[in-house]
């Protein structure tokens, strides 16, 4: 079974529900506390085991390869003023010279579309898919959660979890089979089904990891659902042929692409950080009261 050493971050999104944020600064640059959203998801690929990190960028998103990269004056101003702290932790989010790759998606066609804009990086070898804009909060990681899965079974791994059954139709919907260690077979995909087709609570949380043949299919470039080259279109043709298993996550997400899911998440990593959380808690506290909730 081949190791998963590549992890894709697709960052192509146009952010429209961030505007005017938006506007010249990617919405994965937005920060959760003091680190950027993207940032979120390369700490937990790395803790997963990856090795290569491929980017599937477009216009506007140039300060994200900045933020991978080393910024020299920056770094020799912390030195001279002796920010030893503040040194170490740039140098530990910084990708090894060579294990950083950006490829250009030029318009975007769907999530689909990004993904196979990565192909050529990929190769022939099966890899991790990781939505930036989902902030996991859990331990281990959410993608180390999915690798134990894949190690044991191999084939294509999907991370889950509830939503409200009522809301079944905003997410892709998954219906289970037999148990596979910590997660099961999946005998089903549905894109955004309506309560009564629905399988299943249980939605893809935006962790993935596929075996290279997905690429093919995405190569069809098939319109699906507003005429977007869909991903789930492509994964439910390749449950055809390969098998598909499903973990439901121990741990927390939030839709950092959304307004609501990014402020829960800025209160919750900030509730979580001992530098700041005594101060924020009773700063929120405050707010909480003056409106009335407290
Ligand atoms: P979203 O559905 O959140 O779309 O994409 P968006 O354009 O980024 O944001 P809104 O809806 O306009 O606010 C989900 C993920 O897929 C990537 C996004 O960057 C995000 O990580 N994506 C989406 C692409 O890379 N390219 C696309 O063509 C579409």
Redesign the pocket.
Known sequence: MKKIRKAV???????????PA?KAVP??MLTVVDKPVIEYAVEEARAAGIEHFVF???RNKGVIEDHFDIQVELQSTLKARGKTAELEALSASLPVAGTATFTR?Q?????G???W?ARDIVGDEPFALL???MVMKGEPGCLAQMMEIYDAYGGNVLSLEACDPEHVSRYGIVGLGEPAGKGHRLTEMIEKPSVDAAPSNLFIN?RYILQPEIMGLLARHERGAGN??QLTDAMIKLAESQAFYGVKFNGKSFDC??KVGFLEANVAFALDRSDIAAEFRDVVTALLAENGAG
């Open positions: 971050f697709p960052v192509a999104g146009l952010g429209t529900r961030f505007l938006t919405k994965e599937v960028t477009g998606q318009e975007p066609l769907g999530l579309h990004a993904v804009c939505l930036p804009d935006g977007e080259i692409g959304n």
